[in-house]
Structure formats: C-alpha cells, structure tokens
C-alpha cells in the first residue's frame, strides 16, 4: 500500500506565498508522474502543476510563473511553491502520483487534500 502526506497548507493574505509538501511512502517501485491539482467549492478538480513521467513540467494556465512545482526523488517528495496568491486560489488543494506498488501495477494515488485560503 501506498501512503501519500501533505502539509503546508493554511490561510494567507492575498499577495502572499506558502508551499505545500506531499510525501509518498509504503510500497513504492516506480514512479511515473506526480504533481498537484486543486478544487474549488462547486468546481471541479483541476491541474495546477504536474511533473509527467519524463520529467517535464506541466502548468495550470492560471498559474502564469507565480507557482512552482519541484521535487526531490530520494524522499519521493513533490513541493509546490505558491507565491502571489490571490482570493481565486482558494481551494483545497491535492497531490496526485502514479506509482507502481507492491503488485507490481501502476495506479493513481491522491493525497488527503489540504486547505489553502488566500483573503483579500
């Protein structure tokens, strides 16, 4: 099985900056693509900014070079880097990874979501 932790979220004022961490762990063999996604109230669940199998990067159009996707393979850990947020940002916000587990089968796995609130 495979555990997927996030932390860094919270409330913000508008212009401001956090970063959120997701860290996978259990049985991990592989891994193919991982990132972050977000869903507003009544919306529904969105790219923000995603690392794909080969490396490359990829962006919510929204973000426009305010946030940053990085990660550090060691620790099977993706960060998101948010800065000059806005009231729109507000969401909650997920990690997403594909993995190959313990069955040797590659699947999706989300993180619990945490809650990212930017006042204005």
């Known amino acids: 099985q495979v555990q997927l932790v996030e932390s860094g979220g919270g409330l913000v004022q508008a212009g401001g900056s956090l970063r959120l961490s997701c860290a996978a762990s259990g049985s991990i063999f592989g891994i193919d693509s991982m990132g972050w996604y977000r869903q507003a109230p009544g919306k529904q669940r969105e790219l923000v900014a995603t690392?794909?199998?080969?490396?490359?990067?990829n962006y919510g159009d929204y973000v426009k070079g305010r946030f940053t996707i990085s990660r550090d393979n060691a620790k099977n850990t993706v960060y998101l880097q948010m800065n000059s947020l806005k009231p729109e940002n507000t969401a909650v916000y997920y990690c997403n990874f594909r993995v190959r587990g313990g069955m040797m089968v590659w699947r999706e796995y989300w993180g619990q979501g945490t809650q990212i609130t930017v006042s204005s």
């Open positions: 690392f794909t199998g080969t490396g490359m990067t």
